[in-house]
């Protein structure tokens, strides 16, 4: 097989011209800057809860082929999948104040172009989900950059920026809801699609894994400040409190009791939205 892409945390490989295997690894990412330090069996997690999701919402078509015909030595961490032009656009949805949603309502009281109510805290649920997408640029090229929904629009068609927009907060308000069933509340996440042949939507890569999205459980939610997570929000808090790093490559090791931390937070949201006990 041949090595097609390496993503910060997805290595990417063709397997014949109609199929690819993506392999989830265990290096984790923080403002686009993949540390040296690897958190224990995320790549696992990562595939074993973007499975789940995928079987919840299998009504929308996905790009999964078999999360069981793979190399040996990728098994459990990898999905052969069906290859599909992928949409160069990340589309996310917000339903709660954080992270660089709350960065830009403090500035000027809107996201991507999307005004909200006056007053409103860290942490708050919004008056309803909003979709806030983003640029898809690689990490050598620069960083992901929100955008308006007119900007997305002028960059892939009006029409389908529309029915991306539609596809990304009904995919979110109805896993909000399972997630909410489990005593989760699914702060935001990020959705990528893909184009066949014949112009139909699919989704593809990961999907509401604790890397692309931000979950709390319903009983830490106290809005006013920062949030208690069970996602890579950790890490980039970690990250961030350290006050000597820029942001800019080679990142810092994490120390031994973060990477603990951080590999217990993965495990326990896994097994609270999926009800299973992981095994690794």
């Known amino acids: ?120 805290l860290q942490g708050d649920r919004l008056p309803e989900p909003v979709f806030t997408p983003t640029t898809k640029v690689a990490p050598e090229d620069g960083h992901d950059e929100p955008i308006s929904f007119e900007e997305m629009g002028s960059l892939v068609g009006v029409e389908l920026a529309e029915r991306l927009r539609t596809l990304t907060l009904d995919l979110y308000s109805r896993a909000a809801a399972i997630a909410e069933e489990r005593g989760v509340l699914l702060v935001d996440t990020k959705f ?25 459980r319903v009983e830490d939610w106290k809005p006013g400040g920062r949030q208690y997570g069970y996602d890579k929000q950790y890490v980039r808090d970690w990250a961030s409190d350290l006050g000597t790093w820029d942001r800019t490559p080679p990142g810092p090791e994490i120390p031994a009791d973060v990477v603990e931390e951080a590999a217990r937070r993965y495990r326990f949201m896994y097994e609270r939205i999926t009800g299973r006990t992981w095994t690794g």
């Open 1 to 120: 097989m041949e090595l097609v892409h390496r993503g910060k945390v997805r290595d990417v490989y063709a397997d014949g011209p109609d199929e690819l295997i993506l392999v989830a690894s265990d290096r984790v990412s923080v403002y686009d800057v993949v540390l040296p330090t690897p958190i224990p069996d995320k790549g696992k997690l990562l595939t074993a809860l973007s499975l789940w999701w995928f079987d919840q919402l299998s009504d929308v078509p996905n790009h999964v082929v078999s999360a069981t015909d793979v190399p040996a030595e990728w098994a459990g961490r990898a999905i052969r999948c069906r290859r599909v032009e992928i949409v160069q656009i990340e589309c996310i949805a917000r339903g709660y104040l954080a992270g660089l949603g709350w960065e830009a309502y403090s500035k000027d009281g809107a996201i991507s172009g999307v005004a909200l109510p006056a007053g409103l």
């Open 192 to 216: 990528e699609f893909g184009l066949t042949p014949d112009g139909d939507i699919v989704l593809a890569d990961e999907v509401l894994t604790s890397d692309s999205s931000r979950y709390w």
